[in-house]
């Protein structure tokens, strides 16, 4: 049985370019490694609107798992947890679990800033502030808690953007989740460097190996092309076990090296040492 | 007026973790940097049924500019021209003008290699091979052509995945496109780093400056949280010249400089020096 994933961003930083999306690849990793299959990532400004639309688009493609990352901090641009009420037609009501969570950080920075405020402000409020039958998720490093919401068929779960409390998060709930439904799924991924052939010469190359592959998806990757082509060939799969992952994958290389040099490539180590001359395999 | 651009990345290594989507990063910067305003990113796997879905998405929400990137190349998991054609339910045809583009880097590449074939095979004219109606764009440095195609009130421009070939397209030909529509628009930015204070405690702040500063956007970036609060604060505008925006970005920070430092924070240097003490400002 598959497992699909959609990743939802959140955050201007990363529409204007100011930000890299660290956070999605990431998760895309740690989830793919785990068996799962991440089917879209969507990055979102600061919007309710626009976030709320892409969440119910989402839930409208059944995904397993969403998961979104950004906008549940304390200011007035943080508004993912109000997109999510929104997307579920939920109110926002403040939870008495995370208010716990946000008041035990606060307490901790008063006394450090010797701070005679004591009570909560709205800001700080708003982060327990979080949509109706959800639960919060301790963050073992930041103040705003987590967020998950159990729907028919599909678990949302909204992290934050600072990528350490986000991993923080995703180590300590969100993986041993995932870990339990896919036990039985494991991905496997190898690489071939390849120089002087063209892709567009590989190409029905990769398709003869994939025939005969059935199970391993193999794709190319042209680092460049003029004048010397060199090819990263990428061969993943997700199978029960990590050795059957590793046999299969070990046939496919075997056999699309034979057929590149057959065709004037030459294989390469990573870093453009011979591995096979054309004379040797 | 504002001008709205959607970039969709298209490729399975962005969705495995595989690769990083610097690609969005970058032309996200540069059209931003050109007044443009991106509203969304969305990653999509090589997968004609889902990308062509979130091409016709995108189109109902009619942003000026859709750019494409990744599987224009010539193997079997590049669709993005077949995803294209099925959204706008247009055919696919071999373009005379591309079919001239992809014959003259081959050639090249058979002379280089003494490859007696002169014919192009089946991959070769699969990146020839485009929506009608759409028109290639010169490929500076790789095979494949990109594509435009000029759609009622949208221009979706399709880009290859690999960053350099990408980049070049896009200096080449897309940024001048962009540049004719938003010239007397011009985006600035800048960025304030604070010790010191929680992020809650800085909301309000923030809150008030960005009221007496309308036209500036100010988000706060925590970059850690726990015992030594550090946040970046980035102040942003689009407005019709540089000179005019980097006056409004100085006022709205110096004002909250204030405010932060009436609140016990302290404004540093992006190195950490101390820019300004407690009792200097």
Redesign the interface.
Known sequence: MTHDMEIISVG???????????N?????????TLGI??????????NVD?TAA?IR?ALTRKPQFILTTGGL?????DKTLESIAKALKRKLVVNREALRMVREK?LA?AE??G?PNIEL????TK?ATIPEDAAPIRNP???APAVRVDLEGVVLIALPG?P??MEAIFEETVEPLLKKISHDRV?V?ESLYVD?I???????L??EA?HDNPEI?I?????????K?HIEI?F?ATTTTRREGREKLRKAITQLSALIVKN?GKIVLKEHCDLFSQNTV
């Open positions: 201007n930083e990363l529409l204007i370019g100011k930000v890299l999306n660290t999605a690849q990431w998760l895309s990793k740690r989830a793919t299959s991440v089917k879209r990532i969507t990055v979102l400004p600061d626009e892409a688009e901090g304390p200011t007035f641009d606060y920075y450090r800033t701070s402000t709205g800001p700080q982060m490093i930041g103040t600072v350490r409390e991905f991924e002087g063209m892709e567009s010469v590989l190409a029905p990769i398709d994939m998806y794709k190319s990757h042209p680092k460049s092309e003029e004048n082509p990428h993943s004037k």
